[in-house]
């Protein structure tokens, strides 16, 4: 497709219950970002892969938070023993660099909601 | 910590009118500045951006002015319409070679509210 996917829409999960988020960005797009916006606020990074190699994951809250894009393209953000700070929109966002600017598109979003 | 502070929280104007947001950074490595649109359930789409080498940028109605030495930059939306209400976000990347890549790093967001 023409723009970076993301499913699910949306996500209910139980206290506790591990889920995963899955992102397909845009075709030929090196850099692929994972987002965390809470409620009212802007985006928070999360990890930057270039390729399949994770370069930057110094935003992750937690050692339960874990992405991996094995393959350079679709990438997956899981989340392990979910709790309810968990809550929140994640983004994921595609980019490329020409020389001059950085392109990036977001995918519209999945909400998790932790109950 | 915040590293880009943005205000106002909140913005509403009358048709026509030239809604102007204001953004404020303190790290020098940042080198790559842009603005963000974003409607209610769906993610943020890139508007305008501006490098530091130049200290204003004008696409269509928007309108970015870059000051270098306050380290803050804005955002201005002329003759704004209806359908510019949303929320918008600036935000601030550093240079390319750092380790992050170009990671953004957001304000808290302005939402627009532009009245018939």
């Known amino acids: 497709g023409a723009g970076v996917s993301q499913s699910p829409r949306y996500k209910v999960a139980k206290r506790g219950q591990d889920v995963a988020l899955r992102c397909d960005p845009i075709?030929?797009?090196?850099?692929l970002f994972w987002y965390q916006q809470a409620l009212g606020q802007g985006p928070e990074f999360l990890t930057y892969?270039?390729?399949?190699?994770?370069?930057?994951k110094s935003g992750l809250p937690s050692d339960r938070f874990f992405a991996e894009r094995p393959e350079g393209s679709v990438s997956t953000l899981k989340i392990q023993r979910t709790q309810q700070e968990d809550s929140a929109v994640y983004l994921c966002?595609?980019?490329?660099?020409?020389?001059?600017?950085?392109?990036?598109?977001f995918g519209s979003g999945t909400r998790l909601t932790v109950v | 910590q915040q590293q880009v502070k943005q205000s106002p929280q909140s913005l509403i104007v009358q048709k026509g009118g030239i809604p102007i947001i204001n953004c404020a950074y303190e790290?020098?490595?940042?080198?790559?500045f842009p603005w963000y649109q974003q409607f209610p359930g769906k993610g943020p789409a890139l508007l305008i951006a501006?490098?530091?080498?130049?200290s204003e940028k004008k696409e269509g109605r928007f309108t970015i002015s870059f000051n270098k030495s306050a380290k803050q930059f804005s955002l201005h939306i002329m003759d704004s319409q209806p359908g510019d209400s949303a929320t918008y976000f600036c935000?601030?990347?550093?240079?390319?070679?750092?380790?992050?890549?170009?990671?953004?790093?957001f304000g808290k967001g302005t939402s627009l509210l532009v009245t018939p």
């Open positions: 966002a595609s980019s490329f660099f020409n020389g001059e600017s950085y392109g990036y598109t």
């Open positions: 075709s030929g797009h090196v850099s």
């Open positions: 892969f270039q390729n399949e190699a994770q370069l930057d």
């Open positions: 790290n020098t490595a940042f080198d790559y």
């Open positions: 501006i490098r530091p080498d130049v």
């Open positions: 935000a601030a990347s550093p240079d390319l070679n750092s380790n992050s890549g170009y990671a953004l790093n």
